[in-house]
């Protein structure tokens, strides 16, 4: 199946301090990324959906100021978390698409806010 | 609205056969996923059904009804290592992906 990469697997930053992953698909042109978060046993939630070329749509409770998300390409889509804070502390993980195709998921980014 | 329901939460022997159902009510159709999430891992893709039918990939089959609203994935000879979650996914009319909140597979010996 087709790769996307996410990076960092995992980050620690200090409370304040902004944070950014990446989301790259390696070998194909993903019309569209998905971010989501996950909680401990619990089920994915989708935060917001990024077009390239286009700002992303962000589900509702999802603060579009704290959660930067830039799609400048087909292959590359980034999440800033800004002026994190412990409650922030969570599993994000990105996803590729092309419309017809099934989604693709990175590795995933633990991040905790210390 | 759009609504995909699986139940929470499921027990199996291993060696035994499990099916995980997942209905559906979504704005348009454009087919349904399966995947496998290890718990602190992202999910992995398992199978795609676009028309009605049974898929079958090794021990996993997947089945799908669209006059139904309604998806299975079969698990045959579970194995300890397949406890895991399963999130059944709908894309809808506008492509989107609609996630179901996963089921919780716990394999026991």
Redesign the interface.
């Known amino acids: 199946g087709a790769v996307v990469s996410q990076h960092p697997s995992w980050v620690i930053c200090k409370s304040g301090t902004s944070v950014k992953i990446e989301c790259r698909s390696l070998d194909f042109q993903a019309t569209t990324m998905f971010w989501y978060r996950q909680f401990p046993k619990q089920s994915l939630m989708l935060m917001a959906t990024s077009n390239e070329g286009s700002k992303a749509t962000y589900e509702q409770g999802v603060e579009k100021d704290k959660f930067l998300i830039n799609h400048a390409s087909l292959t590359l889509s980034t999440l800033t978390v800004t002026s994190a804070h412990p409650e922030d502390s969570s599993f994000y993980i990105c996803s590729a698409t092309q419309r017809v195709t099934e989604a693709f998921f990175g590795q995933g980014t633990r991040l905790t806010v210390v | 609205g759009q609504n995909i329901d699986q139940p929470t939460e499921m027990t199996a022997t291993e060696g035994a056969i499990v099916q995980i159902n997942c209905t559906y009510q979504t704005s348009g159709f ?2 349904l ?1 399966w ?1 496998q999430q290890h ?7 398992l199978s ?1 059904n676009v028309l009605d039918g049974l898929e079958e990939k090794g021990r996993f089959s997947s089945f799908l009804s669209r006059s139904k609203g309604y998806s299975y994935l079969l698990l045959k000879e579970l194995q300890m290592k397949d406890s895991a ?1 399963y ?1 059944c ?1 709908v894309k809808d009319s506008n ?3 609609i ?4 089921t919780k597979l716990i394999i026991k010996p």
């Open positions: 454009n087919g996923f995947y718990a602190g891992e992202a999910p992995t893709f795609y979650s999130l996914a492509y989107q992906l996630w179901g909140a996963g």
